[in-house]
């Protein structure tokens, strides 16, 4: 099994998680995607407690999920935000390669 | 060590010097305003202590103060949490849910995030004119955290995440 398809495994079953832990989750952005040494998520919640800025968490890696995360919840009018530019991502972070994940897709 | 680390460090010393003198207040005969102002001080470098790991800018970090509430819910999805108090991924979610109003009347008290309303530093004026001291105010947020069993749940994690930082986050 390739490392990318490892990676797509452990990141959609780890979205799929939180759709089910969070029914004010509405979206799920994985940035970066093609990166194959960590998994950056943006999720998108409408009942999160808006900061107006970008705030990530480090989650390292463990004997049950072997690939450190890094994640972030915003509102999504910081999302709509973001999209204008108006707040701006973590550094290193791009809309370049991103995948959207909503309700539907995690769940099928 | 890098540079990131040295901030880390830096963040979560002053939490438990900042935990220690909340501490102090609590036992002792102060007013209300400096506990909750160490309280306040202490949850935000909390805090940022685990956001610096992560790819926020120093300045985004450094100039907000919304970063309890963020940590607290995020934290709600740390599987060493799940492992280390023995809770289900959804129990653990929930309780941290539970948690969340009072963790944002904390964050709250932040002058910054107060928008001149009541925050333990510096006086401001109420609907009706009134010029308000925090060394004289009420704060209905200290009989929460010492009587409710959120507040009391809440402050217990701020101790055990300070104490087991390295073990809980690192």
């Not at chain 1, 409408?46 to 900061?51: D, I, K």
């Not at chain 2, 400096?34 to 685990?50: G, N, T, V, W, Y």
């Not at chain 2, 947020?141 to 959120?150: A, K, N, S, Y």
């Given at each position: 099994m390739s490392q990318n398809h490892n990676i797509l495994s452990a990141a959609e079953s780890l979205i799929q998680e939180h759709f089910e832990l969070e029914p004010?989750?509405?979206?799920?952005?994985?940035?970066n995607s093609d990166k194959t040494t960590e998994i950056r998520l943006l999720e998108i919640?409408?009942?999160?407690?808006?900061?107006g800025a970008v705030l990530s968490f480090y989650f390292p890696p463990?004997?049950?999920?072997?690939?450190?995360?890094?994640?972030?919840?915003?509102?999504?009018?910081?999302?709509?935000?973001?999209?204008?530019?108006?707040?701006?991502?973590?550094?290193?972070?791009?809309?370049?390669?991103?995948?959207?994940?909503?309700?539907?897709m995690a769940t099928v | 060590m890098t540079g990131r680390q040295n901030w880390q460090t830096a963040f979560l010393n002053q939490a438990k010097v900042d935990w220690d003198a909340y501490q102090k207040t609590r036992r002792g005969m102060w007013p209300e305003c400096?506990?909750?102002?160490?309280?306040?001080?202490?949850?935000?470098?909390?805090?940022?202590?685990?956001l610096v790991a992560g790819h926020s800018s120093l300045e985004a970090i450094t100039q907000s103060h919304a970063a309890f509430v963020k940590f607290m819910q995020i934290a709600s999805n740390n599987r060493k949490l799940q492992r280390a108090f023995g809770m289900k991924k959804s129990q653990q979610r929930a309780q941290f849910k539970s948690l969340l109003p009072i963790a944002y009347e904390i964050e709250l008290l932040a002058p910054a995030l107060a928008q001149r309303g009541p925050n333990p530093e510096y006086p401001w004026e109420d609907a009706t004119g009134n010029i308000l001291t925090?060394?004289?105010?009420?704060?209905?947020?200290?009989?929460?955290?010492?009587?409710?069993?959120?507040g009391l749940q809440l402050l217990k994690y701020i101790e055990i995440f300070l104490n087991r930082f390295e073990e809980l986050f690192m």
């Open positions: 004010n989750l509405e979206n799920v952005i994985w940035i919640n409408s009942m999160t407690f808006p900061a463990d004997e049950e999920f072997p690939y450190p995360t890094i994640m972030a919840e915003i509102t999504p009018e910081e999302w709509q935000k973001v999209l204008r530019n108006e707040i701006p991502l973590p550094e290193g972070w791009t809309l370049e390669n991103h995948k959207v994940y909503s309700r539907e | 400096h506990q909750l102002l160490f309280l306040q001080m202490a949850s935000e470098k909390l805090a940022k202590a685990l925090p060394a004289n105010y009420p704060f209905p947020l200290v009989i929460r955290l010492r009587q409710t069993p959120q």
